[in-house]
């Protein structure tokens, strides 16, 4: 029950700017700034703060519990445009890749170009996944990662990834 941001050509302003432009260190929800909320390529993909206290994206690390994954399988995304459903496709650990590191970077994927793309996005999920591969998303599905920090490894991350149903 958040807004969601977005800022032309940076992803960084909101990580330390609330929702009215003021500094603020919890910073707020933010999409990334290559996605189309209007027109959603393949991958919308929205960033926010893993907070001790639970706001911003502190809940997402109840999806890393089983049980409240099998019963927390919807997400509503509202814009301005229009109100959508997600299902919970996938519950991920990774960790921010280094520069020279010839891995897929999940954060990186907004827009299949091609079936390489998709199968490689896939397949790094697929590898990520806390509760096994049998991933359920077609190539044609629209997809929304929600993405935020955790501290199972250094630079960890924790992201969710839900395809549309509405």
């Excluded at 399988?73 to 445009?81: A, E, G, H, Q, R």
């Excluded at 079936?115 to 998303?137: H, P, Q």
């Amino acid at each position: 029950n958040y807004p969601v941001l977005q800022r032309q050509s940076d992803n960084d302003y909101y990580l330390n700017h609330g929702f009215d432009g003021k500094e603020d260190s919890t910073g707020t929800l933010f999409m990334d700034y290559r996605c189309d909320y209007v027109n959603p390529k393949t991958n919308t993909i929205i960033y926010g703060h893993n907070m001790n206290n639970g706001s911003m994206f502190g809940e997402l690390k109840k999806y890393l519990d089983e049980s409240f994954y099998n019963t927390h399988k919807i997400i509503s995304f509202d814009t301005l445009y229009e109100k959508r459903e997600y299902e919970v496709v996938a519950v991920c650990l990774s960790k921010v890749e280094y520069q020279d590191d010839n891995n897929f970077r999940y954060y990186n994927f907004i827009n299949a170009d091609n079936d390489t793309e998709y199968d490689a996005f896939l397949r790094t999920v697929k590898n990520l996944s806390v509760y096994g591969d049998n991933i359920n998303i077609q190539k044609t599905d629209k997809l929304l990662t929600l993405s935020t920090c955790n501290n199972y490894t250094e630079d960890g991350r924790l992201f969710v990834v839900a395809k549309r149903i509405k």
